[in-house]
């Protein structure tokens, strides 16, 4: 006799690994992974994000490295992650039930980095529960309870015409001040 199959619920898979570790100078925390970046299994992989070129404008990393290196940056002290695991594409078509704030305040205090940077207004929306609008770029008022916190402007190639380097600057001169 041939058992069957229940329709059990699909497990959520996580586009994109974390790369954590306990006192990591930097994590970088986005909304969801893009779609190419779910496709190639890469942090900030779509060929028109300035995520990577940023990181060695600014200062943030000696050299420029690529997409598929991403995991290298654990060397540095920089880590990533995302408030949805399992969501993909721009933020606007990411799943409001994905989004896991709690999941990402345990990791947190799990890890305990010194400095996150969310890299859209979005993503740190979602983390205060305020509006994009309410939120400035740059350094965030210190909350003892957390680490410190930047909001950066969308490396997307979709966010152009907000993008500035400015906050960029401040967070690798926030690094370089840790590092000392």
Do not use: C
């Not at 570790?21 to 930097?26: D, I, K, S």
């Not at 305990?112 to 890299?119: D, G, L």
């Amino acid at each position: 006799m041939i058992a069957r199959i229940r329709n059990l619920p699909t497990v959520a898979t996580h586009r994109l690994p974390d790369q954590l570790l306990p006192n990591l100078r930097l994590v970088f925390v986005g909304t969801a992974a893009s779609t190419r970046s779910a496709e190639l299994g890469h942090y900030y992989a779509h060929p028109g994000n300035r995520f990577w070129r940023t990181l060695h404008e600014a200062g943030i990393t000696p050299r420029r490295y690529q997409p598929s290196e991403f995991a290298a940056l654990i060397e540095l002290g920089i880590g990533f992650t995302d408030l949805s695991k399992s969501g993909a594409g721009m933020d606007h078509q990411i799943a409001a039930e994905t989004i896991d704030v709690p999941g990402f305040r345990a990791k947190i205090e799990k890890y305990r980095p010194r400095t996150i940077a969310f890299t859209s207004k979005k993503a740190a929306s979602l983390f205060y529960g305020r509006p994009s609008a309410a939120i400035a770029l740059g350094r965030q008022p210190r909350d003892a309870s957390l680490p410190e916190i930047f909001v950066l402007p969308s490396p997307s190639g979709a966010a152009s015409g907000h993008w500035t380097l400015e906050p960029w600057l401040q967070l690798a001169n926030w690094i370089s001040h840790l590092d000392s």
